[in-house]
């Protein structure tokens, strides 16, 4: 079921579906992560202030945990304050999986949407310019944009040992990746709405194990074959996944306070 919070739509035909419905276990604090307080106010507030004061959304669909009430409430008042001045902001129940929430908001994007832009809750802290930037790239025809940055660490792959080799340790390095071509994703992740559409009714079908893989909805895309492009991310958009993540997104806000 979709409830919808009104307020006015905005001309432009972009939507921010922001992805609210992970657990958040290791932040162990309990509660949905994006509940999870930060300088006194859940992440998806935070989130929410973002990508409405980013200006290109007309609407803004949140995708919760099912049977959630807290957040939704907190869209609501949202929304409320915003007033005729912000974009539509609905809210649906998101599913099992990251891919199953984003399916749910796609289906409650208002008609004629023709741009798309995926946001985590979970990176509060995105600066407008990252919004702008994926917009502006889908503006000059990619159908696929995402924001990244340069990996600066040494990233090796690896196997578990095996035999007598277990004993030394638990894995064994079988690679190291070239560092000048790896980069760190981040959100919003900015698509043609009908292409995203389509790679997410393609994934629908796929089975649970190679589902359970897809870690963002450009990966899905990249599946169709269509061309991802990257646009430069900030080093503020980083993910709150951790304590270590919470406290340093604590320590931005109040230097910049």
Known sequence: ????????????????????????????????????????????????????????????????????????ELCRTFAEELGDAGPE???????????????????????????????????????????HRVAEALGRGAAAVIPAMPVVDTIKSTAPTEGEASAIAAEVVTGTAVREQLRAVQTPQGFDAATLLRAHEVAAAWEPEQAAAITDDAMLVESL??????????????????????????TILAAGS
């Open 225 to 250: 074959g269509t061309p991802v492009y990257l646009v430069p991310g900030d080093l503020q958009a980083f993910k709150v996944t951790t304590p270590m993540d919470l406290h340093f997104a604590e």
């Open 89 to 131: 902001i609905t809210v649906v129940p998101g599913g099992a999986t990251r891919a199953d929430s984003v399916r749910a908001a796609l289906a409650a994007l208002t008609p004629g949407t023709r741009h798309v832009l995926v946001h985590d809750a979970a990176r509060p802290l995105t600066p407008p310019e990252v919004f």
């Open 1 to 72: 079921m979709t409830e919808a919070v009104p307020s006015a739509a905005q001309p432009l035909p972009t939507a921010v579906v922001i992805v609210a419905a992970g657990s958040g276990t290791r932040l162990g604090y309990g509660m949905p992560k994006a509940l999870v307080p930060l300088a006194g106010a859940p992440l998806l507030l935070h989130s929410l202030r973002g990508a409405a004061g980013a200006g290109l959304a007309r609407q803004v669909c949140v995708a919760v945990p099912p049977g959630d009430t807290e957040l939704t």
